[in-house]
């Protein structure tokens, strides 16, 4: 088995690609060692000192490591948990996990909702696609029509990566202002 690594630009966060699907359900993320017990391959990343977060996509892992601990310490074990799973036949998941990546849109009504189903579909189908090229994902977390706010979360290697703040301003506010007239701004939810 060969595991393709690629640099994201998160310098704290390397992506995984196996080769093979990691977690076509959709997205999903681990925070702490606690958060990936319904995972194998999650659990033994944790195992390895520095590793601070693990992200799921379709068809890679990416991990994002303490700033102490340098790429070449561990990335040799890192590759050793993932080769082990595959190779093995664990599976990556036990029991189903969902994307956490739903609809929001029946939380609105009327115009909003209209307008929180514009922006979800474009944050799919333009936004999403670009920043899983990067190991991470976006997701839609609210909306505020009084102030034509709509706040959206960062996983994988997005969330806290330096270029966070430009992606959301000058890319992602600029498209959905384009598209949607009535959104104003885009800010990270925390």
């Not at 391959?41 to 992200?55: H, P, Q, S, Y």
């Not at 956490?100 to 849109?105: I, K, L, N, Q, R």
């Not at 029946?106 to 090229?133: F, H, K, M, N």
Request: aromatic share 8%; charged share 20%; with cysteine.
């Amino acid at each position: 088995m060969f595991i393709q690594t690629e640099a994201t630009p998160n310098p704290a966060t390397l992506k995984f690609l196996p080769g093979c699907d990691v977690h076509p359900a959709g997205a999903v993320e681990f925070n702490d060692p606690e958060a990936a017990a319904a995972s194998p391959l999650a659990t033994a990343l944790f195992k390895i000192d520095g590793v601070r977060r693990v992200f799921f996509g379709a068809d890679f892992i990416t991990v994002t490591k303490d700033a102490e601990i340098d790429w070449p310490h561990i990335k040799p074990s890192l590759l050793g948990a993932i080769m082990d799973t595959f190779v093995s036949g664990t599976p990556v998941m036990i029991g189903t996990a969902m994307s956490e990546s739903v609809s929001s849109a029946g939380a609105y009504s009327g115009d909003a909702a209209q307008i929180v189903r514009e922006i979800e579909e474009l944050l799919a189908t333009r936004v999403r696609p670009a920043v899983a090229q990067d190991g991470g994902d976006i997701d839609f977390d609210r909306f505020e029509p009084e102030t034509g706010t709509v706040y959206l979360r960062l996983r994988g290697s997005c969330a806290g990566c330096p270029s966070s703040t430009i992606t959301l301003k000058q890319g992602i506010e600029n498209m959905l202002k384009h598209y949607v007239p009535e959104v104003l701004r885009v800010e990270q939810a925390l």
